[in-house]
């Protein structure tokens, strides 16, 4: 049986993620779960724990480091911390890392990851799940955007013609037309 979301919350105390992490990640589970959600509606098969899981633990790298390395640490997290397998089974830790080290950004390519300061793999998300988590992180910033209100942030951020705004707008882009229209969010802090 997969662990409860309140055994999810406990792993992450235990794991020292600081609050302010963890708020962000709950938000970012209340927007992926409603992706999620619309994209069943579509016919369209989703793991719901592993959305709302991997939601939830996307960031626990940022227990370790702020910089783009959290993606990494996260997955390094999960795979050698014992408490991880005493909750997960083998086949949910390797999803779990995979969503923490593939979920930066619009995903990070192989061939980019050396400059990035990260070591050689493939970063970019490839599963509906990784995905609809992946996009979701892009719009929760200091409340929940809409996909146009976060294209438009990262514009301001990294310039329309950069390489990182152009897979972020690519996999929005992507999500946004498998799980259809976004509700109405609230956007507040």
Known sequence: MRPSRPAVMELLAMLDVPPEVVSHSERVAGVAMDMARR?????????????????????????????????????????????????????????????????????IPADQAGEAGLPPGNYVPRTLEEKIITHADNLVWNGVLTFEEGL??????????????????????????????????????
């Open 39 to 107: 994209a069943m509606g579509r016919d369209l098969e989703v793991d719901l724990w592993l959305v709302e899981t991997g939601s939830l633990l996307h960031d626990i790298g940022r227990s370790r480091t702020h910089s783009i390395r959290h993606g990494v640490e996260g997955g390094s997290i999960l795979r050698d911390t014992p408490v991880c397998w005493e909750i997960f089974n083998e086949e949910d830790v390797e999803s779990l890392a995979r969503v923490c080290e593939r979920h930066i950004g619009g995903g």
């Open 152 to 189: 438009e942030a990262f514009a301001r951020k990294f310039g329309r013609e950069s390489p990182i705004f152009r897979r972020i707008a690519a996999l929005g882009h992507e999500v946004e037309g498998l799980v259809g229209e976004q509700v109405e969010e609230d956007n507040g802090t």
